[in-house]
C-alpha cells in the first residue's frame, strides 16, 4: 500500500480501508489454514503404515497345516497415503512361497515377515535365504528383506527360535509352528514404531568400547507401549559387526523391544563420510516393528582398523557421533485445526 494516499478523516473512508483489511488478514487465515492441514495430512501419510480394523490386527497363527500360516482378520492398510482392505488368508503355504533353504541354526532365531497388498492376500519374505540370529531382538533387527511386489505393507511377524535341530520353514519334518511352545512369537503390526519422549541421554563411556543410553517412552509397532529404562555399559554385539577400516565411517540403528533388551545394528562398514552414512541410513526400509531408539556414526581416522566391541571408542583418531531418535512429531486433524479470524 505503499504511495498510496489514504483520507482517515472521513468516517466512511476510514471503516472502509479497514474492512478491506480485516477481509485480507482473513484470506491469508483461510490459505494458512489450508497449508496446516495439507501439512498435517502428509504427516500422516508419512507415519501411517498399517491401520487396523480390529485392534488383534490381522490375527496372524499356525494353520491346521502346522508347518503353514494363516491370518484371520480382514485389515485395512495405508500405502502413500491411498487405503486398501487386505483379504485374511487361511491358508498361506510357507514351502511354496518361500522356497527351499531358509533355514534357522540350532538354539537360534529367524523371522518371517508378512506383507499385505491390494491386489493380493498376503506375501511372506525373510532377511535371506538362511538367516539365523543368536538372540529374539537380533533376530527382529536384522535389516528388513526387499518388499516382494510394489505396494506391499508389513502387516505381521513370525519369529521362530530353533531348538535341538535346524528349522527350515514351511517343511513338516522340521518346520512346525508349535503355538503352544515359546519358540513361536507373532506379532500383529498396527502402525510404525515411534519415540514418544527421547532418550535422556546417548554417549560413550570413556575408556570403554561401550555405550550408555538414557530413559525413554515409545511404542511398538505392534502397538506395545515402551518405558525404557536405559542402560550403562552396553557392548556391540559379537560375532555381529564388521571391522571399520581407517578412514571409512560405520553405522549403527540402536533398536529396542519390549522386554527392555537393545542392540545396536550395523548398517554399513565402508561409508566415505558420515553424510553418505546418514544418506544410507535414512534410505533404509524401516522395521516395522523395533523402535528405533537412535544412530551412531563412527568416523575411523585412527590408522588401524576399528572393530566394534573392542577398539575403545574414544581412542585417538575416532570421532563417534551419536543422534537421539527424534520424537514423532504431534499429529493434528484437519477438523482440529481451527483460525482465529477477526471479525470483519
Not at 485389515?75 to 510357507?94: I, Q
Not at 527360535?161 to 514351511?170: L, M, V
Request: glycine share 8%.
Amino acid at each position: 500500500m505503499s504511495g498510496v494516499n489514504r483520507i482517515v478523516t472521513k468516517e466512511h473512508g476510514f471503516k472502509s480501508e479497514t474492512r478491506a483489511i480485516k477481509e485480507e488478514f482473513n484470506k491469508l487465515i483461510a490459505d494458512l489454514e489450508r497449508m496446516r492441514a495439507y501439512v498435517a495430512d502428509r504427516e500422516l501419510d508419512s507415519v501411517v503404515n498399517v491401520e487396523f480394523v480390529a485392534s488383534a490386527g490381522c490375527g496372524l497363527a499356525a494353520h491346521a497345516t502346522p508347518e503353514d500360516l494363516q491370518t484371520t482378520t480382514v485389515v485395512v492398510a495405508s500405502y502413500k497415503g491411498e487405503h486398501f482392505s487386505v483379504a485374511a488368508d487361511v491358508a498361506a503355504v510357507v514351502a511354496t512361497i518361500l522356497g527351499t533353504g531358509n533355514t534357522i541354526g540350532v538354539s537360534q532365531f529367524g523371522c518371517i515377515w508378512v506383507f499385505g497388498n491390494k491386489t493380493a492376500n498376503i506375501a511372506l519374505a525373510v532377511p535371506s535365504a538362511a538367516e539365523t540370529e543368536l538372540t529374539d531382538i537380533a533376530a527382529l533387527a536384522q535389516l528388513m528383506p526387499t518388499v516382494p511386489t510394489e505396494g506391499d505393507v508389513p502387516v505381521a511377524c513370525l519369529m521362530i527360535e530353533a531348538d535341538a535341530s535346524e528349522w527350515e520353514w514351511g517343511h513338516a519334518s522340521n518346520g512346525r509352528i508349535a503355538t503352544d511352545s515359546a519358540t513361536a512369537t507373532f506379532y500383529d503390526l498396527l502402525n510404525r514404531p515411534y519415540i514418544t519422549s527421547a532418550m535422556a541421554s546417548f554417549a560413550l563411556d570413556t575408556g570403554a568400547a561401550t555405550f550408555t543410553y538414557g530413559a525413554a517412552v515409545a511404542v511398538l509397532g505392534d502397538g506395545t507401549a515402551l518405558a525404557i529404562t536405559g542402560k550403562a555399559t552396553v557392548a556391540f554385539p559379537a560375532g555381529e559387526v564388521t571391522a571399520i577400516v581407517s578412514n571409512k565411517v560405520g553405522a549403527f540403528i540402536l533398536y529396542a523391544l519390549a522386554n527392555d533388551d537393545e542392540i545396536p545394528v550395523q548398517i554399513g562398514a565402508a561409508y566415505a563420510s558420515i553424510q553418505a552414512a546418514r544418506l544410507a541410513v535414512d534410505n533404509l526400509n524401516p522395521n516395522p516393528l523395533l523402535v528405533e531408539l537412535g544412530r551412531i556414526y563412527i568416523e575411523n581416522g585412527s590408522g588401524a582398523d576399528f572393530t566394534p566391541g573392542t577398539t575403545l571408542l574414544d581412542v585417538a583418531g575416532v570421532t563417534v557421533t551419536f543422534e537421539t531418535a527424534p520424537v514423532r512429531a504431534g499429529l493434528l486433524a484437519p477438523t482440529d485445526l481451527t483460525a482465529a479470524t477477526v471479525n470483519a
